[in-house]
């Protein structure tokens, strides 16, 4: 952790300004509209550069034309999010005619396109790399002093862009993502995101536990984990731990409760991780474990490392040693090459999984990497045609697996009010599926134990459980005495 360029420490964030201070900072204090593409990752980038912005007075809106300053953090890892910031950029050149806001890139896309951006979109006043977070506040001032064009795309050496970046006022959230490490040293053959996000680097430990200690003082209960292969967090830190060992110290942590992580590559699922679903009490039982295809051969040419019969063995253990397990991933359908058959094997091994829920794509060439070069293209029809195949058994097995599901005793994390009624709130399970059931809004940030009623598509219904009902927990089914709010 650093003080200063990085916003104040966990103690001084703490303080609280007097009703004054606060309404004349937010007379100075100038607006950010920042627009999100992509995974976690960037979600939480997001988060992390509001949280910057804040140190130099410039507080977040939604409304993009109430903004002094609109940032769009953009997503290269396919064709279609890609294009979209295009579009992105088009409806927010009119507001800068308007109010002459500063409109900036961030992201894997301004990683990439560097100064080509600037080149291409004239009203575009910055384009800031994955690395260069940290440069953010310095940079938008460079623009408000001098009004010059800035480009900042540097890997930074100093790994400043993986330290904390701690919120300036009290977070008010119950679930926090936390970095362990960033880029990716697998370079599967269709992924840019080795060449926009760098090389593999893990944070040190120390922070990372310093961090979530911090987090869970600020009432946060549930971490997540981020890192584009979280499993394989550690690797080449000298005498740091591996990632059992880092869940082990998470887990200690009092007040947090839950801990997830995500992604986790196949090839680093350790036996030892295995393990750690059935001795750590706060690890939730669900695993994002990506298979991209279940045949060996585009398993191959995707320079993967594993093969279907490894993974399959891996899930087999998986559910061995947690039975309740959810399992989610990511598959890519129609990259080069792949024949019917190889579609075929795809279907195969995810009718022998079952999976929860599935992340589905139609592969997209990126410049640069491996495959695009390959020949043996598959056409978008399809790649069209195998992606709704595949999308429909899924859809059906998520509906059939929440169906199942009726009757079951399941704890929730309340999070806050069900969009779809005033009476509910919503949560989700330790297996991460939404629930929603009637209550009130004093439940937001405890654990509760509910009882499934339905299936959806895309949620469970459920009811609490009555308190009487948990604390004759046997009779019920219900089984931990964690239940009692
Ligand atoms: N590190 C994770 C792993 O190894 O599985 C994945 C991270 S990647 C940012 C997220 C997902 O995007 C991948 O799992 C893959 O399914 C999808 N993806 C990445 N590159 C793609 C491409 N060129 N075309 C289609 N989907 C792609
Ligand atoms: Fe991309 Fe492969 Fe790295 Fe995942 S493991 S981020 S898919 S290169």
Redesign the pocket.
């Known amino acids: 952790m650093t003080e200063g360029d990085y916003g104040r420490s966990p103690a001084l964030a703490g303080s609280v300004s007097s009703d004054l201070e606060e309404s004349e900072e937010k007379a100075l204090s100038k607006r950010v509209y920042i627009e999100t593409y992509g995974?976690q990752m960037n979600e939480h980038d997001t988060e992390r550069m509001l949280r910057l912005l804040e140190g130099v007075s410039y507080n977040e809106t939604k409304e993009p034309k109430e903004a002094d300053f609109i940032l769009i953090n953009t997503c290269s890892?396919?064709e279609k999010p890609e294009h979209k910031i295009y579009s992105a950029l088009g409806r927010f050149k009119k507001l800068k005619e308007e109010n002459g806001a500063i409109i900036g890139v961030a992201g894997c896309v301004a990683q990439q396109e560097g100064e080509r951006l600037l080149d291409r979109i004239p009203y575009l006043d910055m384009v800031i790399g994955t690395q260069a977070i940290p440069m953010l506040p310095q940079l938008l001032q460079t623009i408000e002093v001098s009004g010059k064009r800035v480009c900042e795309t540097g890997f930074d050496k100093n790994r400043k862009y993986l330290e904390a970046i701690f919120p300036q006022k009290p977070l008010g959230e119950i679930k926090s993502y936390v970095t362990i490490m960033q880029g990716?040293d697998?370079f599967?053959s269709?992924?840019?995101?080795p060449y926009v996000r760098g090389r593999e680097q893990s944070r040190p430990s120390r922070e990372i536990i310093e961090e979530v200690k911090y987090m869970a003082e600020m009432g946060v209960k549930e971490v997540s984990l981020l890192g584009?292969?979280a499993n394989g967090y550690g690797r080449g830190l000298e005498g740091e731990l591996a990632f059992p060992g880092l869940l082990r110290q998470i887990n200690e942590i009092d007040g947090i409760e839950r801990i997830r992580f995500t992604?986790s590559?196949p090839r680093d699922l350790s036996e030892e991780l295995i393990q750690a679903y059935s001795r750590l009490s706060k690890l939730c039982e669900h695993i994002h474990l990506?298979f991209?295809s279940g045949s060996n051969k585009i398993l191959k040419a995707m320079h993967r490392g594993y093969t279907r019969e490894s993974y399959l063995e891996k899930i087999d253990r998986l559910r061995e040693i947690c039975p309740s397990i959810a399992l989610t991933a990511?598959?890519?359908v129609g990259f080069p090459g792949e024949e019917e058959g190889d579609f075929r094997q795809t279907l195969d091994l995810m009718e022998k999984v079952r999976f929860d829920d599935l992340?589905s794509?139609?592969?997209?060439?990126?410049k640069g990497?491996r495959s695009a070069q390959f020949e043996d293209r598959v056409e978008e029809k399809v790649k069209q045609e195998r992606l709704s195949i595949l999308q429909e058994i899924q859809k059906e097995t998520t509906l059939q697996k929440n169906q199942a599901l009726a009757g079951s005793a399941e704890e929730i994390l309340v999070e806050g009010r069900s969009k779809q009624s005033d009476r509910d709130v919503t949560g989700r399970t330790r297996s991460n599926k939404i629930v929603n059931a009637e209550g009130d809004l004093s439940l937001v940030g405890k654990l509760v134990p509910v009882r499934i009623t339905k299936g959806y598509a895309h949620s469970l219904r459920g009811e609490l459980v009555p308190h009487q009902c948990r604390l004759q927990s046997a009779s019920c089914g219900v089984k931990s005495s964690e239940f009692l709010i």
């Open positions: 995974c890892v396919r990716c697998h599967c269709f992924c840019i995101v584009q292969n992604t590559h990506p991209q990511d598959v890519i992340f794509f139609k592969y997209s060439p990126r990497t």
